[in-house]
Nanobody
Framework: QVQLVESGGGLVQPGGSLRVSCTAS????????MGWYRQVPGKERELVAT?????GTNYADSVKGRFTISRDKDTAYLQMNSLKPDDTAVYYC?????????WGKGTPVTVSS
C-alpha cells in the first residue's frame, strides 16, 4: 500500500524559510511525478510545484523565484524562501505512480509574525 508521509511544516515569520519533505513508500515503482499542493479553508487545493522524473519542474506563478522543488529517489522536498502570510496553508504531497494518484495527509505551514 502506497503511503506518502510529509514532514517539516510549522510556524515561520514573514520573510523566513521552511523546508517540507515527503517520502513515498510501499511501492516497488518509483513515482513518475511528485508534487506539492496547498489548501486553505474555503478554497480549492492548488498546485504549488511538481517535479517530473527526467523532465524538469513546474511552479505556480505565485511561488516562482521563492520556492524550489527537488527530489532524491522517493523523497521530494519543497524549499520555501521569502515566505509571505499568503503562503499559509496545509501543504499536501502528491505522487503519480503507475497511473495512480496518491496524496499525503498534509502538513500545515503558518506564516505569521
Amino acid at each position: 500500500q502506497v503511503q506518502l508521509v510529509e514532514s517539516g511544516g510549522g510556524l515561520v515569520q514573514p520573510g523566513g524559510s521552511l523546508r517540507v519533505s515527503c517520502t513515498a513508500s510501499g511501492s516497488i515503482f518509483r513515482p513518475l511525478v511528485m508534487g506539492w499542493y496547498r489548501q486553505v479553508p474555503g478554497k480549492e487545493r492548488e498546485l504549488v510545484a511538481t517535479i517530473i522524473s527526467g523532465a524538469g519542474t513546474n511552479y505556480a506563478d505565485s511561488v516562482k523565484g521563492r520556492f524550489t522543488i527537488s527530489r532524491d529517489k522517493d523523497t521530494a522536498y519543497l524549499q520555501m524562501n521569502s515566505l509571505k502570510p499568503d503562503d499559509t496553508a496545509v501543504y499536501y504531497c502528491n505522487a503519480l505512480i503507475r497511473g495512480s494518484n496518491y496524496w499525503g495527509k498534509g502538513t500545515p505551514v503558518t506564516v505569521s509574525s
